[in-house]
């Protein structure tokens, strides 16, 4: 089973800030869309960001103004800068990319935002 590697989640007191990154499998290819997902204990997964191949972003209301999403094709990464976090905002982050067929996951890293 192929997997992304994640990296870049912790503890961080309320207003902090977190980087999360992502890093493709080299045998991967032809990725379209990457992006990001959490999952919060007893919530359903959610959407947090997408970045299309050009570049074009989409977010969930709740990280808007706090969140960037960002890919570099090259190095077949996406990052996940997240400002003025929030207690809300503690979960487990997956990044995820899509190719034309499949989409595939990463392993999940822990993000906890205290108050």
């Known amino acids: 089973q192929v997997r992304l590697v994640e990296s870049g989640g912790g503890l961080v007191q309320s207003g902090g800030s977190l980087r999360l990154s992502c890093a493709v499998p080299e045998n991967i290819f032809g990725i379209n869309t990457m992006g990001w997902y959490r999952q919060a204990p007893g919530k359903q997964r959610e959407s947090v960001a997408t970045i299309t191949t050009l570049g074009l972003t989409d977010y969930a209301d709740s990280v808007k103004g706090r969140f960037t999403i960002a890919r570099d094709n090259a190095k077949k990464t996406v990052d996940l800068q997240m400002n003025t976090l929030k207690p809300e905002d503690t979960a487990v982050y997956y990044c995820?990319?899509?190719?034309?067929?499949?989409?595939?996951w990463g392993q999940g890293t822990q993000v906890t935002v205290s108050s």
């Open positions: 995820y990319v899509r190719d034309s067929r499949f989409i595939y």
